[in-house]
């Protein structure tokens, strides 16, 4: 059974530093690893997506990396801002379903 | 459309009343997952539809829930006789196919059962 976690589940840090979070799944089979945010009371929005044939994926600020072999994926959030204070959650999809991580709360305080 | 829409986007209910709740998926998205977000806890999977093949039921938590997609298109998520443990946010999301084409979810549903 496919189990995935994030480290650490909370993080509170000044503005401009440098950060990553960690995921990591028990079963190297998978489609894909989807990066996603969720603000309190809403939604998911998807961050980033990287297939099971790619080793990392960048958007703006943003950079995820996937090692399939090891089960696991960081999340690099460069020059941190107060706006990107929020719950980021890894989820793997394997045969047929998205299995999530318990997310990582990330504070950012100017 | 250009998103996932789900509505209500709030339902409070009394306890033993029956609710349902709509997604419209992306247009031409042949997969349809419901997921349930309770207080403090993780996404956890209900149902997933994949074009015209029988749905995967397996996270369904019990036969008061039950989910219908029509036409390929729309899914009704109904929750019958409602508890208080089924307060929650319900999460409706699509994707293109099946296995490696990412998912893009709505903006929930919160359900308060009263």
């Known amino acids: 059974k496919q189990e995935v976690t994030q480290i650490p589940a909370a993080l509170s840090v000044p503005e401009g530093e440098n950060l990553v979070l960690n995921c990591s799944f028990t079963d190297s089979a998978i489609y894909n690893l989807q990066w996603f945010r969720q603000d309190p009371g809403k939604g998911l929005t998807s961050l980033l997506l990287i297939q099971s044939s790619q080793r990392e994926q960048t958007s703006g600020r943003l950079n995820a990396s996937l090692d399939k072999s090891s089960g696991r994926s960081t999340l690099y959030i460069a020059a941190s801002q107060p706006g990107d204070s929020a719950t980021y959650l890894c989820a793997v999809e394997d045969t047929d379903k998205l299995i999530f991580g318990t997310g990582t709360r990330l504070q950012v305080f100017p | 459309g250009a998103g996932v829409s789900q509505s209500p986007s709030n339902k409070v209910t009394e306890k033993g009343k029956d609710v349902e709740l709509r997604c419209d998926p992306i247009s031409g998205h042949t997969a349809l997952y419901w997921y349930r977000q309770s207080l403090g806890q993780g996404l956890e999977f209900l149902i997933y539809f994949q074009g015209n093949s029988a749905p995967d039921k397996s996270g369904l938590p019990s036969d008061r829930f039950s989910a219908e997609r029509t036409g390929g298109s729309v899914s009704t998520l109904t929750i019958q006789r409602t508890q208080q443990e089924d307060s929650a946010v319900y999460l409706c999301?699509?994707?293109?196919?099946?296995?490696?084409?990412?998912?893009?979810f709505g903006s929930g549903t919160r359900l308060t059962v009263v």
């Open positions: 999301a699509s994707s293109s196919h099946r296995g490696g084409y990412g998912y893009t």
